[in-house]
């Protein structure tokens, strides 16, 4: 597989855990932007705090795009296609949507740590209403993760990027 897959969708949609599994199916490097920021400048919730969404969005862009570049599998954050240039650097890679529904996200987020939720599942609601289109204009594959395991998610999704790049 020579093209960079590109993991994108809401908060909650599993990018992080379907892309660390569909690496390892097709024997590629993984990276979760979110946490190559976390390590190379902070935590993410500490960053918002302290700097603001656009200081964040500067240095998420530096990444996603060094890391795109860099080929593998990539999860991106959910906010990270609000960039022009990110979308323009998605249009050399296989993007793959990853959507859930409501009831399956809020037990995701409940943990909390993502600091857009201010108010939970209305946050949420009304970022992934906002963010829809963008993504939909992005994507390759749209894949729903709400009701299946990520393993058995991961393992089809892997096949078929593999029977994708045979063709």
């Known amino acids: 597989m020579?093209?960079?897959?590109?993991?994108?969708?809401?908060?909650?949609?599993?990018?992080?855990?379907?892309?660390?599994?569909?690496?390892?199916?097709?024997?590629?490097?993984?990276?979760?932007?979110?946490?190559?920021?976390?390590?190379?400048?902070?935590?993410?919730?500490?960053?918002?705090?302290r700097h603001g969404e656009a200081a964040f969005r500067a240095i998420e862009r530096g990444v996603v795009q060094r890391e795109l570049a860099a080929g593998g599998v990539v999860a991106l954050g959910g906010g990270a296609v609000l960039d022009p240039g990110t979308r323009e650097d998605l249009s050399d890679c296989t993007v793959v949507l990853l959507t859930v529904d409501e009831q399956a996200v809020a037990e995701r987020i409940a943990a909390g740590g993502r600091p857009l939720l201010t108010d939970g599942l209305a946050s949420w609601r009304r970022i992934a209403a906002e963010r829809a289109p963008v993504y939909a204009a992005l994507a390759d594959v749209v894949v729903d993760t709400s009701?299946?395991?990520?393993?058995?998610?991961?393992?089809?999704?892997?096949?078929?990027?593999?029977?994708?790049?045979?063709?």
């Open 2 to 49: 020579s093209r960079t897959i590109a993991l994108i969708g809401p908060m909650g949609a599993g990018k992080s855990s379907i892309g660390r599994r569909v690496a390892k199916h097709l024997d590629r490097r993984f990276v979760d932007t979110d946490a190559a920021i976390a390590r190379e400048h902070g935590p993410v919730p500490e960053l918002f705090a």
């Open 147 to 167: 009701r299946r395991p990520m393993t058995r998610i991961a393992a089809e999704l892997a096949e078929a990027l593999r029977q994708e790049e045979e063709r």
